[in-house]
């Protein structure tokens, strides 16, 4: 119900999302469901692939403009505050980097740096963040930058 309303909430801000239609549950099964719009295309990840550097930019340019909008919808009072959200997410990547066969130094160098930095993100608004942006989430039609899911 969250993410359909927080979708819902997002289409004033863009024109380049799908839009909600319906929210269900299926009681039986324990499960929801959530109808959205088609915005009709290929994913960013095959259709970049047919354009050419200049393009590829202008692409970037043109989805980053459309995220910008998309960051601008304020998150619920209810939530806890952006950096406190974030350093727990940081926290959760850094305990599954340590597992990963990668020689210390490198690791030590990589978790100081994210620790030195965490204050910057004390005093941020909190606000939506799409948190799985890359070129499988976009949307080209004709090889032109058509949406973001």
């Known amino acids: 119900t969250i ?3 927080t979708i819902s ?3 004033s801000f863009s024109k380049k999302i799908p839009r909600p239609i319906e929210f269900g549950e299926l009681i039986d099964e324990e499960k ?3 109808v959205l719009s088609y915005i009709p295309g290929a994913d ?3 259709s970049l692939t047919r354009l050419n550097e200049s393009e590829q930019y202008r692409a970037g340019v043109e989805a980053a403009e459309e995220l910008k909008k998309l960051h601008q919808l304020k998150a619920p009072r209810e939530l806890p505050e952006w950096h406190i959200a974030k350093k727990n997410k940081s926290d959760n990547y850094l305990k599954e980097f340590k597992l990963i066969n990668i020689d210390e130094h490198t690791k030590d160098r990589l978790t100081n740096y994210i620790r030195e930095n965490e204050p910057l993100m004390q005093g941020r608004p909190n606000q939506f963040q799409h948190d799985d942006f890359h070129p499988s989430n ?3 039609h004709h090889d032109q930058f058509s949406g973001i899911i």
């Open 3 to 5: 993410e359909f309303e």
């Open 44 to 46: 960013g990840e095959e």
């Open 9 to 11: 909430k997002l289409t």
């Open 32 to 34: 929801g469901y959530m």
């Open 138 to 140: 976009l949307v080209f």
